[in-house]
């Protein structure tokens, strides 16, 4: 598997207090995401990266912003965070296969708590 | 954008019992990943199967492309089996994925 890690593993914070999480690979995969995972909604795509410096918006950007200064780390910010961004946060990398498509790997999640 | 159904939402065996996952998805497709969440929240990636069948094991995947469905076949259920299963899409190279919501299973022993 995928070496990924995400950092913090659990975080509790309060309304309107700015919150980044990280994710590091070490598997040199072009492409990253990160998901929010909610009871009844299964996986959302915030925003992903297809290269360097290179994002786009998913389902639910709103809240969030990313970054990627480097291959092997993707930021996920919120800016000013509310409580309906309490929710388990997903990064994942995709190893390119053969016909272009890539494969998902996933880190071990993140459980945010916002007060 | 693309929709993904799966069903049954929620799924109840016995050990021992086989059973089959399914996965409809509203477009062409040309990536579609199975992928089990066990009880402490890990995804694993279970199959890249855009089209034809595969097998791993107790596991097998199934995806009619044209019919724009797959399936996801487990037999001989343990309990370690338990946990939420994720169908995974997108319409092209590069696209976003795309997860459905998901079929939880619970393997009683």
């Known amino acids: 598997d995928a070496g990924i890690t995400q950092s913090p593993r659990h975080k509790v914070t309060e309304t309107g207090t700015p919150v980044t999480l990280r994710c590091h690979q070490t598997e040199n995969h072009r492409y990253m995401y990160w998901y929010r995972q909610d009871p009844g909604h299964g996986l959302r795509l915030i925003h992903y990266?297809?290269?360097?410096?290179?994002?786009d918006k998913g389902e639910v950007s709103d809240g969030y912003s990313v970054s990627r200064s480097k291959t092997e780390d993707f930021l996920l910010t919120l800016e000013s965070a509310t409580s309906s961004q309490t929710s388990v946060y997903f990064c994942?990398?995709?190893?390119?296969?053969?016909?272009?498509?890539?494969?998902?790997?996933f880190g071990s999640g993140t459980q945010l708590s916002v007060l | 954008g693309i929709q993904v159904e799966q069903s049954p939402p929620d799924l109840i065996l016995q050990e021992g019992a086989n059973s089959t996952l399914r996965c409809n998805f509203s477009?062409?497709?040309?990536?579609l990943q199975w992928f089990h969440q066990n009880p402490w929240g890990q995804l694993i990636n279970l199959f890249y199967i855009p089209s034809g069948t595969k097998q791993n094991g107790r596991l097998s995947a199934t995806t009619v492309a044209t019919e724009r469905y797959s399936l996801l076949y487990i037999s001989s259920s343990q309990t370690t089996d338990s946990g939420v299963y994720f169908c995974?899409?997108?319409?092209?190279?590069?696209?976003?994925?795309?997860f459905g919501k998901g079929t939880r299973l619970h393997i009683l022993p």
């Open positions: 995974a899409v997108a319409r092209n190279r590069d696209d976003k994925i795309i």
């Open positions: 990266s297809y290269g360097v410096k290179d994002t």
């Open positions: 994942a990398t995709g190893s390119r296969l053969g016909q272009g498509n890539e494969k998902l790997f």
């Open positions: 477009d062409s497709v040309n990536n």
